[in-house]
């Protein structure tokens, strides 16, 4: 496959390229495949659908093509998930889509272990490790770090703010050895990146060591995040004769988005052939793209905290690739927008528990009340002209898409995706609904693992000494 860039058509790479780079230093852009194929029918219409790892393997193969040979694919893919995307129906329209199976109980193990063990491979026969440097504010670094321990021929060094994560975050960062080591440094999350940006434009520094980073807007963390959508519409398809016997029903898809990269790979999954017929983009108050669909104005603006903080981004990044690939008016066919605020947020957690007996975190809660505005009777108000659209508060955005009378005339199903375990905000859901939901054995056992942190300034130099003497 041919990857090429948002800012630059001109740009062709290969894959390793794309993957090794992360993104195209010299314009800036963001490297995406040059056609994204289709799969063929026999695939995708079988009954009963083909497994998880067989649907990830076909996907992936065309990205791959030429540059790594089935027989090692397969073995990255059985490497990367030895779990599953689980599908839990809830009521008889509704679907979760569980991804937090993995071993950090959120969905971004699906990108990350799957761009570990790609790197990897890009590496063989190299003599010198790859140093990875990833500054986080949470999640991403436990997924990375989770992602690449054990790695052959990789280590990585993972900064986070001192004090300004949760407990269970720290301690999802911090007890790694071996390859994987965490620095708390005494400052912001935009000390520890700017100390990862110095690091990558230090000449001397990148003549001592072989220095990469696993971003969240590399290529092949995206690719893998469709292999989960494909199978979970397949397995719905399949479901609805059964569950809740509508003809004809189509597939809706809500995804909770903050830098919107798990929407982007919706979107090339819907471009394989996944039978899915249009997505809800749901947001918390960081509304930014919501905005660009209901006004056609893109404007970026500084992020806000929320409860549901892994997606608190002002300025998402995968707005430049959907951009690249869609044209607004496409958009506004496919997608239908949603936001909410934290009491709105809270309320969803309530309402889900309540009508269903799911409990569910504050990331898919802001898919749960989107999908239930819509198919309540949110969708039916904006089609009369009933609805309120001032897109400053919350609720569904002035936009209806091309699915809409298929809401309206109950021939829709929808499918929610809950991107984490609710074990890890259990006081959010204690506010929402006055208990805990049970914790994973992983997360319990993580708490009680010794903490390795190294204590880290955060002046450049403190910090590059450190890794002169230690990497
Ligand atoms: C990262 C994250 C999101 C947002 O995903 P994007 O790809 O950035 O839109 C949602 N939920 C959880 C739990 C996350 O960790």
Not at 333 to 339: I, K, P, Q
Request: charged share 20%; proline share 6%.
């Amino acid at each position: 496959m041919i990857y090429t860039d948002t800012r630059d058509k001109n740009v062709a790479v290969d894959f390793k390229t794309a993957v090794v780079n992360g993104m195209n230093a010299a314009t800036g852009g963001l490297y995406v495949p040059v056609s994204i194929p289709k799969l063929d029918s026999t695939f995708l219409n079988r009954v009963p659908e083909h497994s998880f790892r067989e649907t990830a393997f076909e996907m992936a193969k065309p990205f791959v093509e030429g540059e790594i040979p089935e027989n090692d694919l397969e073995f990255i893919i059985q490497d990367a998930y030895p779990f599953n995307a689980q599908i839990v129906p809830i009521d008889p329209i509704t679907y979760v889509l569980e991804l937090f199976h993995g071993p950090t109980c959120a969905f971004k193990d699906f990108g990350a272990r799957f761009m570990a063990r790609v790197m990897s491979y890009f590496n063989r026969g190299e003599n010198d490790n790859l140093h990875i440097l990833v500054a986080t504010s949470g999640d991403t670094g436990s997924a990375v770090g989770s992602a690449f321990h054990n790695v052959p021929g990789i280590d990585v060094t993972i900064l986070y703010p001192d004090g300004k994560i949760s407990p269970l975050q720290e301690k999802q960062l911090s007890t790694f050895t071996g390859n994987v080591r965490a620095l708390k440094v005494k400052g912001t999350f935009d000390d520890c990146q700017k100390l990862v940006k110095t690091a990558f434009t230090d000449a001397d520094l990148r003549n001592k060591f072989r220095l990469s980073s696993a971003n969240s807007i590399n290529i092949s963390r995206l690719l893998p995040q469709s292999f989960y959508y494909m199978y979970a519409a397949n397995v719905v398809r399949n479901r609805i004769p059964h569950d809740s016997k509508i003809e004809d029903a189509s597939i809706i898809v809500t995804v909770p988005s903050g830098n919107f990269g798990n929407l982007t790979s919706g979107l090339i999954a819907h471009q394989m052939g996944a039978p899915i017929a249009g997505f809800v983009a749901a947001t918390n108050a960081n509304h930014t793209i919501p905005d660009w669909i209901a006004n056609g104005k893109y404007k970026s603006r500084a992020s806000v905290a929320t409860l549901s903080n892994a997606m608190d981004v002002g300025a998402p990044s995968n707005y430049e690739r959907i951009a690249f690939m869609y044209t607004l008016d496409q958009v506004r066919t496919l997608f239908a927008s949603y936001w909410t605020d934290d009491a709105g947020t809270l309320e969803g957690i309530k309402s889900c528990h309540e009508k269903t007996g799911y409990i569910i975190d504050p990331h898919g809660a802001v898919a749960w009340s989107a999908w239930n505005d819509i198919r309540s009777s949110g969708m039916e108000k904006l089609m009369n002209g009933e609805a309120d659209t001032d897109s400053n508060k919350p609720g569904l955005t002035a936009n209806i898409p091309s699915w809409a009378e298929k809401i309206t005339g109950k021939k829709a199903v929808g499918i929610i995706l809950e991107t984490a375990h609710p074990a890890k905000f259990g006081q959010t859901v204690v506010n929402a609904i006055g208990r805990e939901p049970t914790m994973p054995d992983r997360l319990e056992k993580v708490l009680a693992l010794p903490d390795y942190a190294i204590p880290m300034e955060k002046d450049y130099e403190s910090f590059k000494d450190w890794l002169v003497s230690n990497l």
